[in-house]
């Protein structure tokens, strides 16, 4: 991760499931300061845009440098630019990273990066949704939470993946537990009957009817079966 705020690292990644794959090792974070990369003894990494209009641009002289020395730690691994120009990350994005051998984020700050960076590294452009946020920083780590959950080991129940939502190209199904009847409500019938087939059928149906109220642009895609 390229950032100038290191010390956000590995934050929330560090509890929960993603801080006990971290601590056994599944996977591993190296948060690089940009401005190690900075010009002149400030430091500098930013500079007002060419051209002129508000606010400051990461310059490319700084992020060569930091970009280079992340692919020399990891020669093999995507070079990613959070931004919210980019595509939206999909699931399918995450299971295509986590298959992978890791991934380089660079996190923007200010109005984002000089564009000559993005076009000499190639840098793919990843968006986390359609809203502007301060800086990549949450962003990359949104990217890195998807994809840690997919990793070998990390979630118990490897079951509890494949019917989650995104992964058949619907969104999932209602789940209920413990009491059976809570504030006069009472838990679907089909769920207590031990049918699993009537079940299955009962989740499919939910599935695709939520599927259809709320996302049905996700039934037009045509999602490639996992093999
Ligand atoms: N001027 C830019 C926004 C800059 S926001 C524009 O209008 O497109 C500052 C930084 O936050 C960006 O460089 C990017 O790294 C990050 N960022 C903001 N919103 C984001 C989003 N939706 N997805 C991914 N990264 C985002």
């Not at 990461?58 to 730690?73: E, I, Q």
């Not at 295509?96 to 984020?105: L, N, Q, W």
């Not at 109220?213 to 895609?221: E, G, W």
Request: proline share 7%; net charge negative.
């Amino acid at each position: 991760m390229l950032t100038l705020f290191p010390e956000m690292f590995p934050g929330p990644l560090g509890t929960s499931l993603a801080g006990q794959a971290l601590d056994a090792g599944i996977w591993s974070l190296n948060a690089i300061q940009i401005r190690d990369f900075g010009i002149g003894k400030h430091r500098q990494v930013d500079d007002s845009p060419t051209g002129g209009g508000a606010g400051m641009v990461l310059r490319a002289d700084v992020l060569g440098p930091a970009l280079d020395h992340a692919k020399s730690l990891n020669p093999g691994a995507p070079l990613v630019y959070m931004t919210p120009r980019g595509k939206r990350l999909t699931q399918q994005m995450s299971h295509t990273f986590a298959e992978g051998p890791g991934v380089t984020i660079l996190a923007g700050r200010f109005e984002g990066i000089d564009e000559r960076v993005i076009a000499h590294y190639g840098l793919s452009e990843i968006s986390i949704g359609d809203y502007v946020l301060s800086g990549g920083e949450l962003a990359g780590m949104v990217l890195l939470d998807s994809v840690i959950r997919l990793l070998p080991g990390v979630i118990g129940d490897a079951e509890s993946l494949t019917h989650e939502s995104f992964e058949q190209g619907l969104l999932e199904y209602p789940h209920y537990t413990k009491p059976r009847e809570w504030q006069g409500h009472a838990t679907p019938d089909v769920l207590l009957s031990g049918d699993h087939k009537k079940i299955a059928a009962w989740r499919q149906a939910q599935s695709e009817h939520i599927t259809a109220a709320r996302r049905p642009d996700l039934l037009a895609v045509k999602v490639p079966k996992k093999p």
